[in-house]
Antibody, heavy 120, light 107 residues
């Protein structure tokens, strides 16, 4: 059974970089879209972006200038970096596996989530 | 971006009731629509994909349908574990977007 687990600092200062890692166990990181999503009480669920194992990437335009998603196949991990954070980036961050093709995409496995607070 | 609008935002019902939740897309997305449910303190879990196909292991009391840009999730004979928040999500185009959720509460 595939499992995902987020890890990283729970507190980040404004203007600094938020960094999270997602470790995938119980399955290969190949053949899927590795995705980050965040959730806040105000904006709900927000798709951040994905990294496809073949190298294609797509980011939410609202975050594109500040976001980087990378894949480390040797460690079965993928990561998220968000630069120049503000309190508005405070959220519960989920990593998830997206599968499918030709628009029939689903988020079929999720991590438990990592709460990141942006505060001085 | 494609806007997904769910209604109602909250709904009170009793065990054994039948409920219908609605999700409307701001433009045509064919059947590229998924439903998730989220229990408090847990990650969302895939329920239905392609508007009407149940994910493996999801009970048959759940069903989904589509009419134009309107999508419905119906739960017949509510069970205690069904009281949660339900989200729709379109996979037609990026950025993939979610509805704001419908919180299903016990009456």
């Amino acid at each position: 059974q595939v499992q995902l687990q987020e890890s990283g600092p729970g507190l980040v200062k404004p203007s600094e970089t938020l960094s999270l890692t997602c470790t995938v166990s119980g399955g290969s990181i190949s053949n899927y879209y590795w995705t980050w999503i965040r959730q806040t009480p105000g904006k709900g669920l927000e798709w951040i972006g994905y990294f496809y194992y073949s190298g294609s990437i797509d980011y939410n335009p609202s975050l594109k200038s500040r976001v980087t998603i990378l894949l480390d196949m040797s460690k079965n991990q993928f990561s998220l970096k968000v630069n120049s954070v503000t309190p508005a980036d405070t959220a519960l961050y989920y990593c998830a596996r997206m599968c499918g093709g030709s628009r029939w995409y689903t988020l079929d496995h999720w991590g438990r989530g990592a709460l990141v607070t942006v505060s001085p | 971006d494609i806007q997904m609008t769910q209604s109602p935002s909250s709904l009170s019902a009793s065990v054994g009731d039948r409920v219908t939740l609605t999700c409307r897309a701001s433009q045509s997305i064919s059947s590229y629509l998924n439903w998730y449910h989220q229990e408090p303190g847990k990650a969302p879990k895939l329920l239905i994909y392609a508007a009407s196909t149940l994910q493996t292991g999801v009970p048959s009391r759940f069903s989904g349908s589509v009419s134009g840009t309107d999508f419905t999730l119906t739960i017949t004979s509510l069970q205690p574990e069904d009281f949660a928040t339900y989200y729709c999500q379109q996979s037609y185009s990026t950025p993939y977007t979610f509805g704001q959720g419908t919180k299903l509460e016990i009456k």
